[in-house]
């Protein structure tokens, strides 16, 4: 995710947290670095400019890739920029002869730029075709809304958006689109308001929890993330930095437990109860701080939705790749 700024080109926006990302990440020269987040392209600049290094980055929206040509000329032969999702990391290397990369970074989540353009439909703030899909291809959100049984869309908004009242927004949904099809962001947005009954909760407006589980959803992005970290898991040569930007709790639940569990801090349980005979695999990461990072006032002051950012960062070991799944062992 990333904030507005007034700078021209790719460098639209100021990625979150910047500085930390780049003291975690220390480019160094003739070595290599994935940017699995391009977005406009923020990381990749800054790594490219801190260092002679190469960076293979990432990104499943066409937009993305289509503004990156720009900086993929300035910086070229350093730069390579993929039409990929991060999870296809591994593979995607090896097509183009990378066997291994010396650090990995992660901005989690919906960039500012689409949020900001209302034709993606990310946003509530202003009105757009109900759309949210990061690649422009699959099911849209309102093919969710319009398509999907009310328990579905239930469970999607509780699980993903973590929206207490979840059943209550399934049932509006329902009673509405039976007159009419939802469409756009706005009649999404004004019919929480109305489950709501015009009340913010914590400052926020009620459809965020909504829109953050479809998005979630559409996009399968916790499950993007598990193959992110299994593949950077592979891919990352011993001393390699991992590096991870996360806005929510979902995601940064799977980046805290995935990075416990691979540097052998994971609680193995109460010393009352019978332990289970596991083999458990030599750590692949040595953590860089036991405790996540959050953004400084000074950023927040300049970006608001920088608020919830959370950064964690570890260092590959020797040991080879666990067989297990994130989160599976």
């Known amino acids: 995710m990333t904030a507005a700024s007034g700078s021209p080109e790719t460098a639209r926006h100021i990625p979150v947290m910047l500085p930390d990302v780049l003291d975690a990440l220390q480019p160094k020269p003739h070595e290599t670095y994935i940017d699995g987040t391009f977005g406009a392209g923020g990381y990749t600049r800054a790594i490219l400019e801190t260092a002679d290094c190469r960076v293979v980055a990432f990104d499943r929206d066409p937009t993305a890739i289509a503004d990156g040509a720009p900086l993929v000329q300035a910086f070229a032969p350093r730069l390579t920029l993929l039409h990929r999702p991060?999870?296809?990391?591994?593979?995607?290397?090896?097509?183009?002869?990378?066997?291994?990369?010396?650090?990995?970074?992660?901005?989690?989540?919906?960039?500012?730029?689409?949020?900001?353009?209302?034709?993606?439909?990310?946003?509530?703030?202003?009105?757009?075709?109900?759309?949210?899909?990061?690649?422009?291809?699959?099911?849209?959100?309102?093919?969710?809304?319009?398509?999907?049984?009310?328990?579905?869309?239930?469970?999607?908004?509780?699980?993903?958006?973590?929206?207490?009242?979840?059943?209550?927004?399934?049932?509006?949904?329902?009673?509405?689109?039976?007159?009419?099809?939802?469409?756009?962001?706005?009649?999404?947005?004004?019919?929480?308001?109305?489950?709501?009954?015009?009340?913010?909760?914590?400052?926020?407006?009620?459809?965020?929890?909504?829109?953050?589980?479809?998005?979630?959803?559409?996009?399968?992005?916790?499950?993007?993330?598990?193959?992110?970290?299994?593949?950077?898991?592979?891919?990352?040569?011993?001393?390699?930095?991992?590096?991870?930007?996360?806005f929510h709790s979902l995601e940064d639940r799977i980046v805290k437990r995935f990075l416990a569990e691979r540097s052998g801090k994971m609680d193995q349980g109460s010393r009352y109860l019978p332990q289970k005979n596991i083999q458990v695999s030599p750590p692949s990461f040595r953590l860089v701080n036991s405790r996540p990072l959050t953004p400084q006032k000074g950023e927040l002051d300049v970006n608001p939705r920088a608020r919830s950012a959370r950064l964690r960062a570890a260092i590959r070991t020797d040991a080879p790749a666990w067989s297990t799944a994130p989160g599976s062992g």
């Open 86 to 246: 991060f999870g296809e990391m591994a593979e995607a290397i090896q097509e183009i002869g990378v066997e291994a990369v010396d650090g990995v970074v992660l901005d989690i989540g919906v960039s500012s730029m689409q949020i900001d353009q209302a034709e993606r439909g990310f946003s509530f703030q202003s009105d757009g075709p109900l759309d949210m899909r990061m690649s422009c291809e699959g099911p849209s959100a309102a093919d969710v809304v319009n398509g999907f049984e009310e328990e579905q869309i239930a469970d999607i908004i509780y699980e993903y958006g973590e929206e207490r009242r979840s059943r209550a927004i399934a049932r509006a949904i329902v009673k509405a689109r039976a007159i009419a099809p939802l469409t756009r962001t706005k009649e999404l947005a004004d019919l929480v308001l109305r489950v709501f009954h015009g009340r913010k909760e914590d400052g926020r407006h009620p459809a965020t929890r909504t829109f953050q589980g479809l998005r979630i959803f559409i996009n399968n992005e916790l499950g993007e993330l598990e193959r992110a970290l299994s593949a950077a898991e592979k891919i990352l040569r011993p001393g390699g930095r991992l590096v991870l930007v996360t």
